[in-house]
């Protein structure tokens, strides 16, 4: 099965300590809840710097997708996100505080639950063949576009794969989340 998950139709929740919003793209199970999601994957624009969320039992893989960059304090070790489409892994239940380098960004964030197979995440361009998928693509950067299999993605679209073959080519960058279902 295959499903378009157009960026048109994603509703912004504010933080809440209102230093930005997140936009949803999928959750497993879908509709659950922050507190009852096994993996989740959304794009974050932070305005502000401050603290992150704490997601107790809870992994993240943050992509920076727009912007200058963040400078993280992660459980008290610092850790500069200042490159984009580079993923990096973190524990979501560790204090985590932001300041962002020249002002606001946009991040590609995949968490899930301790005890789950960790998605894999990796920004890719050019064509590539994805066999019996359960993946999400989405379409990341302002220039570039992807398709799978004829389905065209713009900016911040994105396609959820589940156990199908498909062709992606991604002539912008574009990442590529391989889920557990």
């Known amino acids: 099965m295959t499903v378009l998950l157009p960026a048109a139709g994603r509703a912004a929740t504010?933080?809440?300590?209102g230093g930005g919003t997140t936009r949803e793209i999928a959750c497993s199970p879908a509709g659950a809840g922050m507190a009852a999601f096994t993996w989740r994957v959304s794009l974050a624009e932070v305005a502000a710097d401050g603290p992150f969320s704490v997601f107790p039992a809870v992994q993240r893989t943050l992509t920076l997708v727009e912007g200058a960059g963040m400078d993280l304090t992660v459980?008290?070790?610092r850790r500069l996100v200042d490159a984009r489409h580079?993923?990096?892994?973190?524990?979501?239940?560790e204090p985590t505080d932001c300041r962002?380098?020249?002002?606001?960004v946009v991040n590609l964030?995949?968490?899930w639950r301790g005890g789950v197979s960790a998605p894999t995440v990796a920004?890719?361009?050019?064509?590539l063949r994805l066999r019996a998928a359960h993946a999400l693509i989405v379409a990341l950067d302002e220039g570039g576009s992807a398709d799978v299999d004829g389905v065209r993605l713009a900016r911040?679209?994105?396609?959820l794969l589940t156990g199908e073959d498909a062709?992606?080519?991604?002539r912008g960058p574009t990442a590529v989340v391989g889920l557990t279902v």
Do not use: E, I, Q, T
């Not at 504010?14 to 300590?17: L, R």
């Not at 580079?86 to 239940?93: C, E, K, M, Y």
């Not at 962002?100 to 606001?104: I, K, N, Q, V, Y």
């Open 75 to 77: 459980g008290g070790r």
């Open 86 to 93: 580079v993923p990096h892994d973190f524990p979501g239940d």
């Open 123 to 127: 920004v890719v361009r050019g064509r």
């Open 167 to 170: 062709v992606l080519h991604a």
């Open 109 to 111: 964030n995949v968490m």
């Open 100 to 104: 962002l380098l020249d002002g606001p």
């Open 14 to 17: 504010a933080w809440k300590n």
């Open 156 to 159: 911040h679209d994105a396609l």
